[in-house]
């Protein structure tokens, strides 16, 4: 038995075919599916049930291929021992974030990131919670900036900042008289949300308690896929939505003007940093969490007089 084999094994588990393992581990089909005989022959079990399409482990390889990605996952900070111990900062780090996140945060720490350490790569993805969890456990992110509690176990998460919620709406919406708003002065049915998927979403129905409010259908049933186009469809056809706070960094003064915020305790989200629990890179991934705090907003480190608001 060698990493190798049990490099091959993952591959064939994440692709569910040989043909496209054995692309991705840049070997031929005969290559890898000898190799990984052979370690069945060594071990005397069956860990691919090849019979079915597309190639399925069997009970018993659901086990080992789980126990291989920890030995691989724990072989790859030897690597690691020896950059920390040189001191150096390089290789490729793939990260995933939300895409109410992702416009917004990454501008403020990505110049400054690239510029620090030229030897380390950043592959970043734009993706929904459950697409970053499921590349997560299958070990094609190595972490990701997302909205917490997941309240998966096989996750690490480590908060990082608070982002509060702010309404944005036009300027003869009821609530723009008030200065200082509570969740039930927001009229549900003015109100504009994210189409399903977004976890953002799910924490403004919680916020708002569309869940127990009933929402009339309008003439116009429409669910935005960004948060941009949710504050022009505000501007054009009137209405409320929720902003996270780093999106209001890049409003004119007029738009500002829409803004109004939440009596305090504010409502807010919380941002964290996750890892699948057998994670490597993790001098990688303290540099990325060191960069994003010393470029966010102080006000952000800290949970005082906020109230995180949960997708689930």
Known sequence: MNLQQLEYIVAVDNYRHF?????????????LSTMIKKLEDELQVKIFDRRKQPVMPTETGKKIIAQAKIVLQQANKIKEIIMEEKGEVKGLLRIGVIPT???????LFINNILRKYPLLKL???????????????YHHL?????????????LIEQPIFYEQFVVYASSNEKLMSKK???????????????????????????????????????????????????KKIVEANQGITILPELAV?????????????????APAREISLVTYQYFTKSNLIEVLRKEILQNIPEEMKSLKKKEVIESQ
């Open 101 to 107: 996140l992702a416009p917004y945060l990454l501008p």
């Open 19 to 31: 043909v496209k393992a054995s692309d991705a581990c840049f070997v031929t089909q005969a290559t």
């Open 180 to 230: 200082y708003l509570l969740a039930k002065d927001i009229d549900v049915n003015r109100l504009w949300l994210l189409e399903e998927g977004h976890c953002l979403r799910s924490q403004v129905v919680n916020l708002c308690e569309l869940k127990n409010r009933e929402k009339e259908l309008h003439q116009l049933d429409f669910e935005a896929g960004s948060i941009e186009t949710l």
């Open 249 to 265: 960094e890049g409003l004119t003064l007029k738009q500002k003007n829409n803004l109004r915020y939440f009596k305090s305790p």
């Open 142 to 154: 190595d972490a990701a900036l997302l909205a917490t509690p997941l309240g998966k176990s096989f």
């Open 123 to 137: 592959k970043i993805s734009e993706l929904t919670t459950d697409e970053i969890i499921h590349k997560l456990e």
